[in-house]
């Protein structure tokens, strides 16, 4: 597995890893899963690779429901495919929950109430912003701290949870804990300067300004996938979309972009950093996690 922030590296460097080891990489991206989204994604190009088997890039329409579940349900799979044939397997991406739920069991929770949902999204839509945020850090602080206040999406389905449930998602988390082992597991955290990662990802969102995010966000509401979808509010889409929409010129949009970048990799880090199992090394250290990863072959056979 390779894990780590935005703009740390991970697509390039799984590339290099797949074509030494002949291996095959499962995005664990949430965003990358969509078609038509690319740019603002950072999706890998045909060109960057390089060949290399790809799995659950462009498995998903904007508008389709997409979780963790259906996550799983498509990675493991692939994952027993790619073992079949004794190739090395990469999990790659930074969306922590897809990681720890394919390699560590799903939280077992209710299904969705549809009457509840409805009456949390009438809430949300006709109060103040933030007001099921805060009512979620009075509900469970500790859960709180792992959404953000603008994730309309996850913030309602945590409260829903915990009313059907009468328990603190925190607390059903941690009774979890996620360690239903499925696979033999060697996990890689990509650790970068501070300062340089701020510095990755100030310029990586202006290349995709100039690579064409304005233009593919156009694209996708021309096609009619509203705005308000989860797909559509992730970052860099909402960006874009609050600028067409003249809520803000260019260089503020450009500027949001980055400052949510960075708090969303801030926040990565803590999700990662709380696996005692990571084993953090510089992207630019090649030959130590080549060494790595041939130990742990050697290991599992």
């Known amino acids: 597995m390779i894990a780590g922030p935005t703009a740390s590296g991970k697509s390039s460097?799984?590339?290099?890893?797949?074509?030494?080891?002949?291996?095959?990489?499962?995005?664990?991206?949430?965003?990358?899963?969509?078609?038509?989204m690319d740019v603002g994604?950072?999706?890998?190009?045909?060109?960057?690779?390089?060949?290399?088997?790809?799995h659950l890039l462009d498995v998903a329409d904007p508008d389709e429901d997409f979780n963790a579940a259906i996550y799983c349900s498509l990675a493991q799979p692939v994952l027993d495919g790619v073992e079949k044939k004794k190739n090395l397997c990469l999990v790659v991406g930074g969306t922590g929950l897809y990681i720890k739920a394919l390699l560590g069991g799903l939280l077992e929770c209710p299904p969705g109430?549809?009457?509840?949902?409805e009456e949390l999204c009438r809430v949300d839509e006709e109060s103040a912003p933030g007001f099921l945020y805060e009512k979620l850090k009075i509900m469970d602080p500790e859960a709180a701290l792992?959404?953000?206040?603008?994730?309309?999406?996850?913030?309602?389905r945590a409260i829903e949870v915990m009313q059907l449930t009468n328990e603190r998602l925190s607390l059903l988390m941690r009774k979890h804990d996620f360690k239903e082992r499925a696979f033999h597991t060697l996990k890689i955290g990509l650790q970068v300067d501070r300062e340089q990662l701020y510095d990755r990802i100030n310029q990586r969102s202006l290349n995709m300004i100039e690579k064409g995010l304005v233009e593919e966000t156009e694209s996708l509401l021309q096609k009619g996938y509203?705005?308000?979808l989860k797909a559509m509010k992730s970052i860099g889409y909402r960006h874009v979309i609050q600028f067409l929409k003249g809520d803000c010129d260019m260089g503020e949009a450009i500027r949001q972009l980055q400052t949510d970048t960075r708090r969303y990799a801030k926040r990565q880090l803590t999700w990662f950093r709380a696996d005692q199992e990571m084993i953090w090394i510089n992207p630019e250290d090649k030959n130590n996690?080549?060494?790595?990863?041939?130990d742990f072959i050697a290991n599992d056979e």
């Open 289 to 294: 996690i080549i060494g790595m990863i041939r």
């Open 146 to 156: 792992k959404i953000h206040p603008n994730d309309s999406v996850r913030i309602i």
């Open 113 to 117: 109430d549809s009457a509840l949902r």
């Open 41 to 54: 994604s950072a999706k890998p190009s045909m060109r960057e690779r390089k060949g290399i088997p790809h």
């Open 13 to 36: 460097l799984a590339v290099e890893l797949a074509g030494h080891f002949q291996g095959e990489i499962i995005n664990a991206d949430s965003v990358q899963v969509y078609r038509g």
């Open 226 to 228: 509203s705005p308000d």
